[in-house]
């Protein structure tokens, strides 16, 4: 079984930044792809950003390109989104989840975390 944490959320006012950590145990890390969802009130899951297994490539949805980055650091069972140039529309619950594959879909992800609440207002 594989357990994923996810960490980092909050308050920030538009235009600020914050950086969610996903910690991951369980089963060897580097075996996964991890991809970061998120899911507003009354709305459906939507993809957000995926990375492969060794780090070296990258998805992102065209909603967050250019504004958020995830990475991972497999030395510390752990991937991160940063999140910039926020605006009241990335409010929601982030899920970070662990797949074989940088899908952007959510059933390609086998393991999930319980999320972290990300409220973006002034």
């Known amino acids: 079984q594989v357990q994923l944490v996810e960490s980092g959320g909050g308050l920030v006012q538009p235009g600020g930044s914050l950086r969610l950590s996903c910690a991951v145990s369980g089963r060897t890390f580097r075996n996964y792809a991890m991809g970061w969802f998120r899911q507003a009130p009354g709305k459906e899951r939507e993809f957000v950003a995926a990375v492969v297994r060794s780090g070296s490539t990258t998805y992102y949805a065209d909603s967050v390109k250019g504004r958020f980055t995830i990475s991972r650091d497999n030395a510390k069972n752990t991937v991160y989104l940063q999140m910039n140039s926020l605006k009241p529309e990335d409010t929601a619950v982030y899920l970070c989840?662990?797949?074989?594959?940088?899908?952007?879909?959510?059933?390609?992800?086998?393991?999930w975390g319980q999320g972290t609440q990300v409220t973006v207002s002034s």
């Open positions: 989840a662990a797949g074989a594959l940088p899908v952007n879909n959510e059933d390609g992800y086998d393991y």
